[in-house]
Structures are given as C-alpha cells and as structure tokens.
C-alpha cells in the first residue's frame, strides 16, 4: 500500500511515474480514437432516420460522457482535500479542470452542429443542453476563480467548495432527458440496461469512449506534470 | 449485427454525404483542431518552464 501511495506523496516520484506511462497511454489513446473515428465515419452503416449527420455521435457522445465524468473526478479530489488535506487534491482538480473546461465545450460545439440538420435549430434551452451549458459555466468560474487569488491555500479551498457545490448539476445533467421533456433524446447506450442502438454502431462508438478516455488521461498527465513544475517554483 | 462496409461509392460520395458532410467533416475537424491546439499549448509551456524561461 505505501508503496501505491508514495508517488502522490512525493513529487520527485510522482513525475518520475508521470513521465514514464504518458507516452503509452498517449500513443494507445491515440491508436483507439482513429480506429473508432475511422470505422464510425466510414463503415458504420447510415442511420435509417438521420442519414450520415449521426456520425458526429462519435464525437459528441464520448465528449459529453467525459466532461461529466471529469466532473466527479474533481469532486473526489476536492473532497479529499477538505476533508483529509490530501496536497495534490488541488492540484489534480485544477488540472482537470482545463481538461473539462475544453471537453464540455466540444461537446456543446458539436451538438449544436448536429443539430442543425437534425432538429432544425442550432441551439435550444431544454434541460439537457442548459444543465451542460451550466456545466461548462463551472468550469470557466472554477478557473477564474483559482487563477484570481494571490493566497493559494485560500485559492484552492474556495476552488474545492466550489467543485462540491457544483456537483448537483451532474446527476441533473443526466437525468434530464427523463425528468423534463426536452428536445434531445434519451440516451442510446446504457450500462443497466441493452443499448438502443445497433452493435455495428456501438462498436466504434466504445471504442472511440475508450480511446478518448486514454487520450484525456494522458492529456491529464501533461497539464498536471505542468501545475507541479509550477507550484514548485512558487 | 450489420456486417461493417465502407459505405461510399465515391469520393464526392464521401465528401458531401448527402449533404450532411459539412457538418460531419466541420465537428470533426473542429474536435481535431481544438485538441490540437490544446495539446501545443500545455507542451510549450511546459518546455518554457523546464528550461526556466
């Protein structure tokens, strides 16, 4: 067990660590996305009501199930650095943060471009799109707010409350398409539950998750390699 | 299981598709290029603060 903890407990090892995974998690990350990106883009079959404006889903749905997903995982680390004053908890949701910050904005981009041939309209303010439009707002304030303080201590716990508060708006997010009826449509593919959508669509559809999940961790491991070399010449 | 294909007849076939290509090809490149940018920028900085700039 010490010897899981000890990179988060000493920089030296932890960037040690960093430095060693990232190439192959990057470059694995990377391999996974062409694969999906390419096998949703050009042989996956055309959707019967969509047509070929389904591809986007490819995109858009990874993207969408990351910037919430990157939401909890700052919750956790904002938790325990209130609760256990665990020193990288900051540093970990900061760093996410960006990450999230980039993540939910692809996804709100895409999605309005999807919905243009789809529903006729570009933008609407239904549950599921203003919950994550909110979603994105929280990651520009958590920003802001981290980045305006000369404190760091106080910068970091003002940015943990902040996480915490914040993370009413996920199960919301969520839930949306079920508690309100709104003009995006519920979801297509579930872990309880048979997905909705035809396997030879899924397949590239959980490979790209996969490959984009690889690539935001790696990704992660760059911006946070980043904020330590920072923190330390402060 | 529909069996997979490649599902274009033709180049044009695959650039316009049905004329839905533009906002195909404009997410995906979009994503790309966004990512992209994201990616130079965390490395330049961080080669910056390596050398001590």
Redesign the interface.
Known sequence: MRNLLLPLVSVKEYIALNQKIYPFVMLFGIFLISIGWITGLFFAPVDAIQGHSYRIIYIHVPMAIFSQLIYWFMAIWSFSFLVWKIKIGPLMTISAAYIGCMVTFIALFSGSIWGIPTWGTWWQWDARITSTFILFIMYVALLTVNGSFQNTYKADQITAWITLIGVINIPIIKKSVDWWSTLHQPASISLASESSIDLSMLIPLVISILGLGLFLFALGLKVSRLLLLKYEET | ????????QSFQD?LF?????I??W???L??TI??SI??LV??N??KK??SGE
């Open positions: 299981m529909e069996k997979l294909k490649f599902q274009f695959l598709m049905e004329d839905h290509g906002y195909v404009g997410v995906y979009a994503a966004l990512m994201f990616y965390i490395d900085k961080l603060t390596k």
